[in-house]
């Protein structure tokens, strides 16, 4: 496969984890990093209001690792002197090689401050934040969008954003109605490719390896969200058929985690990436509510690393 070319970008592999907020943090992104296969690592979306006032919470969330996986950080907001502010903060003091646009976080807290989804409503204002943020970067520059708002527009949406010269499109084939009910809206993919000149990466409900190949023949990438945290190891498959073993990702993840948040945090954090990694790999309901109903993160880490390290032995991996 030949590369993508995104901005001043060439992508090796056509694989894109999605944002997620709460998952994607550093140990995450670290974590997939050294599994490989990824063609670009994105943030969790960061509150563009949050970066320019220095809030220490958003600078943890935008801190950033070593390696030569091109990296994106997503940004949300309304305002589009904000989003200047915090694109010039993003070139000035960060070693992103990409920006990214959040425009599909259906969230009530975010639609209704006029970011993320509202935007796909409201195109003026869409077409003023692209070109606060095209004027104030030559970045690689992505937006994320949805189908839609209430209805699919992703025509007339995916066309402005090509036309204020955005180097490439994300689009998760759903509207912000559709809300996760029904399945992901594919069939909007291959109209929409033959419509744009700049890479279209499609995103969501990939969670087979057998679905992604598939789609991966309509259009230039795919993003995969859920899927990625459930098996951080999904790009490997595509790529080489093999999977890492489960006991050393969570065996690293927990490393990685514990390198970089206080230990008040490993808690949370430890679960919050399990409700994902845990689904699909037939652990009994009971093993895994007593990890949720826990309160001891000696009693989570050490279960979870028996539970994998089982899972491995079984599987004679
Ligand atoms: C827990 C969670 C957090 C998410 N956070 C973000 C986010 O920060 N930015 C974003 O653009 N999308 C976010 N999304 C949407 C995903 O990036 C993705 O578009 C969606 O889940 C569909 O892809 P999937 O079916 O592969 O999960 C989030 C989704 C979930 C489930």
């Known amino acids: 496969m030949t590369s993508i070319k995104i901005g001043k970008l060439n992508i090796k592999y056509h694989y894109f984890p999605s944002p997620l907020a709460g998952l994607t943090d550093l140990p995450f992104r670290r974590l997939l990093d ?5 063609g670009a690592l994105f943030t969790e979306m960061i509150s563009v209001e949050g970066l320019i006032r220095k809030n220490p919470q958003t ?24 989003f200047k502010k915090a694109v010039r903060y993003i070139n000035e003091e960060t070693d992103f090689d990409g920006i990214d646009l959040n425009a599909g976080c259906p969230v009530k807290k975010v639609v209704n401050k006029g970011a993320g989804a509202y935007l796909l409503k409201d195109l003026s204002k869409f077409k003023e934040i692209i070109r606060a943020i095209r004027s104030t970067t030559d970045k690689a ?13 992703v025509f007339e949406i995916a066309k402005i954003v090509e036309g204020e010269g955005v180097d490439a499109i994300i689009v998760h084939f759903r509207t912000k109605k559709d809300g996760y009910s029904k399945p992901a809206r594919w069939e909007f993919a291959k109209p929409l490719k033959e419509k744009l000149n700049i890479p279209l990466i499609g995103n969501g409900d990939l969670f087979s390896v057998e679905t992604a190949k598939e789609k991966l023949k309509i259009v ?13 190891s999904f790009f490997k498959e595509i790529e080489t058929g093999k999977r890492e073993r489960e006991d ?3 065996k690293k993840f927990i490393e990685y985690m514990e390198d970089f948040y206080p230990e008040e945090k490993w808690l949370p954090r430890l679960k919050a990436f399990l409700r994902y990694f845990s689904k699909g790999k037939g652990i009994p309901k009971q093993r895994k509510n007593e990890l949720f109903i826990s309160k001891d993160y000696s009693f989570v880490k050490q279960n979870a690393i028996e539970i994998f390290s089982n899972i491995c032995k079984d599987m004679k991996l």
């Not at 520059?141 to 527009?153: A, D, P, W, Y």
């Open 141 to 153: 520059f992505t937006v994320k969008i949805r189908l839609g708002f209430n209805s699919v527009n």
């Open 248 to 250: 050393i990702i969570i």
């Open 59 to 82: 600078l943890l969330m935008i801190k950033n690792f070593k390696s030569d996986t091109p990296k994106f950080v997503q940004l949300f907001g309304s305002n589009p002197e904000t």
């Open 220 to 232: 230039d990438g795919i993003m995969i969200g859920r899927g990625i945290v459930i098996n951080p």
């Open 34 to 38: 050294s599994i490989g296969y990824a």
